[in-house]
């Protein structure tokens, strides 16, 4: 995940040149999206594993650094722990810009979606039609027996709870005091140890908000 | 994860969109509300590599057992248990499909496992929607929440599937691996295959198709209102309506038992549940919730559908029984012979017993009672098209226990009356069918026999109604530790 981050950063100058200046709230509402031309993402991250997929020093069982936890509202000092936690996600070949939604409404239509807890139209007659909405797709991959839109590897060795130490100060998420595991799980494929699950979205996506 | 990456694809359309933007005039900005975002997908289809899969693993139970056979090393004993669904796929319902091999198959069927796409899966007019939302509901203590939509006391987050949207095929295929040995982290899927059972047996490969949708269904995420156990909480509303099957039979031309292959399913056999309808309610905003809590001090824990208070102003309305009825037999009438009619736009009652009371509903029949008619029609004894149904493989029967009595008689058998029987009597005769020669025929159109030999059987109708889930526990517990 810290990978992401860093590449994300690093798009961010090629894309805009020389130097950066802050965007004024007037400029920020002008932002829509682009007619005409897309984005097209490839994207690779790794968490806790090398280029060939293998983990890193995750799958030795005991207090490894390849694990999450979760902490509930008053369940304080109680870490829901996903122990042996790595994997890869591949997105090849997004593409990303913008289109207006279709005029005419499909059979499906329900205004009362659009409307707020009020019961008032949050958007013009509480019908999307026509407005521009962010429009995604894979173009690519689509022959019989393709799978490459989305590949995701993902390995969850153990979950168990952990308590914090508080005698020690140590918390749970840094324990692995629990012996046992309730379940493991693993988004993988057959061919091969470690090989990520291919994946293949047909279609268009339109993501906009109302 | 998943919002991690949206954010960054967001941005990343940002910083390269610098020269062509197209600016949104001040009517369209004041038309967004930050209400909703909603997801819509047209000519839809999902699939997975037939090969690849998502899989829950086992570990080695405290008291495994040490041996195959009959012999005291398999005897109160625990196996590992590993599951796999591979190749999950959503995808449309008519004609034009693929089987697991990728070979063509007709999906307007449930004879073919994968369809082809789905125009307006999500519409844009009645799409997916992610919210954060203020509805009005009771708390744990009974008091009303978010009366002043201008000013909520409580936000909730909250996914909604489409009201309505076309049906589509969900469809996997799985193994369940019983005794495997591997350890998955670092061994291939075909190592340490079910030791005890050399000849694979310890694996039964099987499909799952789900032809229908599940318009309606809601998953919310809120902070449970129950003094002392104000948690995260989560709410499933599931509507499921359609037809399911699950099958085992391989087809004799693409038949495998190699672990981590896709065979092909033979195209009729299964269990078949057609014309579901099924709604199952688990929390109400906001004096019910799933949530997660620890168990003992070893690392378990538990998922629970918090019990509803003994508060009168909560459990009434939970029960949305009917003015003046204490007892709920009458609420329970009224809902059951009102089932397709809409609530009055006033009638409380009513709303919060139907969010509450789920139903399951197999097949389209509907039984007559006082006040009103049956629908539907009876399955026939072995009806394809409707209810509950085992079907033989292709060219293959199986002799079916079906007896569907007419009439049962306390002196057994031979007194008792079966759908598959002719008889010498008159069965709606008083008093008749009641001596050894007027009991069956043993020839004739009729079967006397007390299996039936055919290649499918309808169970027939079943109806669920006014299921009310009160409390949910589930606790997880490690193999062989409790």
Redesign the interface.
Known sequence: ?QR??LL?LL??PG??GDSLAPLADNEM?????????G?Q?T?L?RNNVNAQGN?IG??NGGLNPCRMGFE????EG?W?MLK?YYGE?Q?ND?R?D?AP??TI??P???P??FE???GEC???NC???G????R?YYPFNKA??A?NDLNLFT?I?RV????DDTVNAIPGYMRD?????????????????NA??????????????? | MSRIIISGLLLFTLGTAQAHLQPLNETEMSAAHGAGIAVALDQFRYAMAPTSYFEQTGITPAGACTAAGNNSGNVGCWRRGDLRWYGVNISGTGAGGSHWNESSCDASTAACPRGGQIAWFSPFDNPYVMRSWSPQGMAWDGSLINQDASNPDKTIYEFLAPTRQPDYTFSFWGEIEAGATRDTATQALQMGQGANNPSGGGLLKSQTLIRGNAAGSIFRLFQHTEPGNETFGMFYHSYLQGDFRFSVAQAADNATDQIGEAPTFDPDEGLFFRNVDAFLPFGQVYYQALVLGPVGNNGDFYLELTPVPDNPAVYNRFYGLDSGDVRGFETARTATRDWQQACGESDSACQNYRLSHGYVRYGDWYPAMAGWNALGTRETVNASDDGIVFQARNGSTFNAFAKRPVRIDKRGENSSMQRTQNYRCDPNSPGACFTPTEGPVSSGPGNNNLYYTTDRVSLGSARIEGLLINQFYMESCRPGVC
Not at chain 1, 179 to 193: E, I, K, M, N, P
């Open positions: 995940m992401y981050g994300l798009m961010f894309a805009y509402a002008l932002i829509a999206g682009q007619a005409g031309e984005v993402l994207l991250l983990p995750c799958n509930f509202s008053d369940r109680i829901l042996d996600l997105i997004l990303i913008s939604l279709p409404n499909t499906y239509l329900d009362e979606r707020s807890v009020a949050l958007i013009d019908n999307p039609g407005m521009l909405a962010l995604t019989v027996g799978y390995n060795g168990a709870l952990e308590y005091a629990a012996s046992g595991s309730v379940l493991g799980f693993r988004a993988t494929d057959s061919r091969a140890l990520p699950a291919n994946m293949r979205f047909e279609g268009v996506s339109y993501v906009f908000g109302f």
